[in-house]
């Protein structure tokens, strides 16, 4: 995924970055995709030409093109003359990439963020889920598979209200 | 990295394993039992066919000829795909389904867990994502599994007349094979563990019964494989090039 486009105004290097990590998932615009860790990496050259390297959250992800497309857009309405996109599989992409900032924005918009990947002792404790909307700890698992392939649906018994949690990966 | 034939037939057996699975899945899409049901069904051929295109692409970059991974999956007939039997038979039964998404999670779970510590590098990265992805699909079968087998009269019945019926393709799968990306002999006794611990906690005997056979590794297929491939590659035939 590159365009060519004519000489523009020079930007400021390292911009590439901050413009690549703003852009919004698709399914879930409340978050960038630099706060759901799906931006991997982000190289510009003298000549105003940037690569950029997106992995998929999952495999079947739909929202990789989508994503590609916007970063393309972005970075060219940026200035930059040439945008090139890669999608890297390896390391595989783990919900402990979400950043702090992207879980409280989750949380904030009605979507309970993943507990840790990665189990930190021997003992795997699942713990409880809190409500993102009434704040209880009374929750339950709906479905396991959600309205995208990172979510499952759950319903919090003490609001009796639904909502979806990005599950650990 | 050698690129025999022998290999790209390998990662196509993978992919098309995946392929056909995801197709049959698609089949659920609004007959589930339940909502939350279909939406799982969904998700999971979800994830088979990202993995599948990942593997096509893959194989089509080992190849060298220039076929991607939609001409791959689109433009060959039956005799050129090379998943298992298992996964091309119809599907409409769902303790059917879900007795097929054990074994056959069992299976890509070993596999896969292999190949994420395997010396091809794409082969590792699209494995590290399976594997897990795979997990969740092993988990969502041995839950219906269990509640099936262990259920009613009329449950166990059932399970256990899908379990008869899809236990002697296992075997295809688990064929030692040298030439394949992960030398099935090696994942055998893991895979079958695996299924026979679930299936003994719900309650329901594994058949005595012969392997059904099969040479879908090498292209012989069921007559099942060529009405899927006609359902599915129709319209890419159609319209050859054809984008939206």
């Given at each position: 995924m590159t365009r060519d486009l004519f000489p523009a105004a020079p930007v400021a290097h390292g911009a590439a970055w901050r413009i690549a990590s703003a852009v919004p998932d698709p399914e879930m615009p409340?978050?960038?995709?630099g706060d759901l860790g799906i931006l991997r990496d982000v190289t510009e050259n003298d000549t105003g030409c940037v690569h950029v390297q997106i992995t998929p959250t999952y495999s079947g992800c739909p929202a990789v093109e989508t994503i590609g497309e916007d970063l393309v857009e972005?970075?060219?309405?940026?200035?930059?003359?040439?945008?090139?996109?890669?999608?890297?599989?390896?390391?595989?992409?783990?919900?402990?990439w979400i950043t702090p900032r992207g879980r409280a924005l989750l949380a904030a918009h009605g979507i309970a963020p993943p507990g840790?990947?990665?189990?930190?002792?021997?003992?795997?404790?699942?713990?409880a889920v809190r409500c993102p909307r009434c704040g209880s700890l009374r929750t339950r698992e709906s479905s396991r598979f959600g309205s995208t392939p990172c979510k499952a649906l759950w319903t919090c018994r003490s609001c009796r209200e639904p909502f979806e949690r990005v599950k650990p990966i | 990295m050698t690129t025999s034939a022998t290999s790209v037939d390998a990662v196509l057996g993978l992919g098309d394993d995946a392929l056909v699975t995801a197709q049959r899945l698609g089949w659920w899409i609004s007959r589930?039992?339940?909502?939350?049901?279909?939406?799982?069904?969904?998700?999971?051929?979800?994830?088979?066919?990202?993995?599948?295109?990942?593997?096509?692409?893959?194989?089509?970059?080992?190849?060298?000829?220039?076929?991607?991974?939609?001409?791959?999956?689109?433009?060959?007939?039956?005799?050129?795909?090379?998943?298992?039997?298992?996964?091309?038979?119809?599907?409409?039964?769902?303790?059917?389904?879900?007795?097929?998404?054990?074994l056959l999670a069992a299976w890509q779970l070993e596999v896969y867990a292999a190949l994420a510590a395997g010396a091809d590098p794409v082969l590792a990265g699209v494995a590290a994502k399976a594997v897990?992805?795979?997990?969740?699909?092993?988990?969502?079968?041995?839950?219906?599994?269990?509640?099936?087998?262990?259920?009613?009269?009329?449950?166990?019945?059932?399970?256990?007349?899908?379990?008869?019926?899809?236990?002697?393709?296992?075997?295809?799968?688990?064929?030692?094979?040298?030439?394949?990306?992960?030398?099935?002999?090696?994942?055998?006794?893991?895979?079958?563990?695996?299924?026979?611990?679930?299936?003994?906690?719900?309650?329901?005997?594994?058949?005595?019964?012969?392997?059904?056979?099969?040479?879908?590794?090498?292209?012989?297929h069921t007559e099942h494989l060529a009405d899927l491939l006609a359902e599915m590659q129709q319209v890419a035939r159609a319209h050859p090039g054809a984008s939206w």
């Open positions: 409340v978050v960038s995709i972005a970075l060219t309405c940026a200035g930059y003359r040439r945008v090139a996109v890669e999608v890297v599989l390896s390391p595989p992409w783990t919900t402990d840790p990947a990665t189990p930190a002792g021997p003992v795997d404790v699942a713990l | 589930a039992p339940e909502l939350e049901e279909d939406v799982a069904l969904a998700n999971i051929g979800l994830d088979q066919l990202g993995q599948a295109r990942a593997l096509l692409a893959h194989a089509g970059s080992l190849e060298g000829a220039g076929r991607s991974a939609d001409d791959l999956a689109y433009l060959r007939g039956p005799e050129d795909f090379r998943n298992v039997l298992l996964v091309e038979r119809p599907q409409q039964d769902f303790g059917v389904a879900m007795v097929r998404m054990l897990k992805e795979v997990d969740y699909h092993l988990d969502h079968a041995s839950t219906w599994v269990l509640r099936l087998g262990d259920g009613t009269e009329e449950s166990h019945r059932r399970a256990q007349a899908a379990l008869d019926a899809e236990w002697p393709y296992l075997a295809e799968l688990l064929r030692p094979d040298s030439g394949a990306c992960v030398d099935p002999a090696t994942l055998a006794p893991a895979v079958l563990a695996r299924a026979t611990a679930v299936l003994d906690a719900a309650t329901l005997t594994v058949p005595d019964v012969p392997p059904a056979g099969g040479g879908g590794r090498r292209g012989d």
